[in-house]
């Protein structure tokens, strides 16, 4: 599938360059490397947010095994619930679950299985303020729906003495594709705002009321870059990457918390203890003084009925790959490794690819 150039590319460029991945892996902005003839492709697309660690992986397991290679189209979650729905890729990739009615719509079982924990976080783009801010939930919300529309407004400002927040307008930079960050992001809206939720509510692609749309997380990044004033979301990689500042969030029990590793692991605390058998949960708005608010396992899609032999074994051998070996490869890149209890149930499922 050949995708239009993104406004931002060179973002996304910095980013693989800055993990050294190599061009295994298919980006919106550079081709596909060749493939050998008698190497066995697997395709897939789906979710920006897990890019680089797939990427990472990707090229990792094909050293393994250099007979077989992946071709992964980082694509939004919303295209890649599609295109596993349709059967046009071996699997698909996504950051918010699939819905009841989007799994009927698909000729065969898809199952969910958790790769990793990220965080969503706000960043911004404020000429003469570096310094990290501090948000509630009330002022993203007010923010998004369009109700504070200056930097320097009380709701802002007030959770940030010393900072001289200047009286410019707010850009607000959302996704314009089918996003699981988006996912993330207005589900944690949802719970934290009731009128967000009677208003926009949560879904992969929403009706949003006010902003400038970019493709993919590293669009938002690159739009919130070139943008003086603008706030915008993106996962937690994009942000270290490009040097972007992004702030803290008050969580559910009052405390102001910086997205990282352990405060990711304390968000799926609780999720992994009583994780549903199909693996499909929300984390967002987690309890705990240490949780990360805005924070997510990812999933990848992967029909519950193969007919390829070869293809079924390369996926089943990968999956329990990532599992061990690949959850060593995840705090380098600023996610978050998968709670025990999850690993082992997830271990057992794989037993349903058949």
Known sequence: MKLKTSITSIALSVVLAALGVCALVESPSAAPAPIPASALLINGAGATFPYPIYSKWFDEYHKLHPDMQFNYQSIGSGGGIRQVIAGTVDFGATDGPMTDEQLGQAKTKILHFPT????????????????????????????????ITKWNDPAIANLNKGINLPDTDIIVVHR????????????????????????????????????????????????????????????????????MPYGKVRNSSGVFVKAGLASVTAAAAGAAKSMPDDFRVSITNAPGKAAYPIASFTWLLVPNKIDDPTKKKAIVDFLHWMLKDGQGLVETLNYAKLPKEVVLKETKAISQVN
Do not use: C, R
């Open 116 to 147: 990793v924990l990220g965080a969503v976080v706000p960043t911004y783009n404020i000429p003469g303020v570096n310094q990290e801010l501090n948000f509630t939930p009330e002022a993203l919300a007010g923010i998004f729906l369009g109700k």
């Open 176 to 243: 314009s594709d089918g996003s699981g960050t988006t996912y993330i992001w207005v589900d944690y809206l949802s719970k934290v705002s009731e009128e967000w939720k009677s208003k926009v509510g949560k879904n992969t692609s929403v009706n949003w009321p006010v902003g400038i749309g970019g493709k993919g997380n590293e669009g938002v990044a690159g739009l919130v870059k070139q943008q003086p004033g603008a706030l915008g979301y993106v996962e937690l990689i994009y942000a270290i990457q490009n040097n």
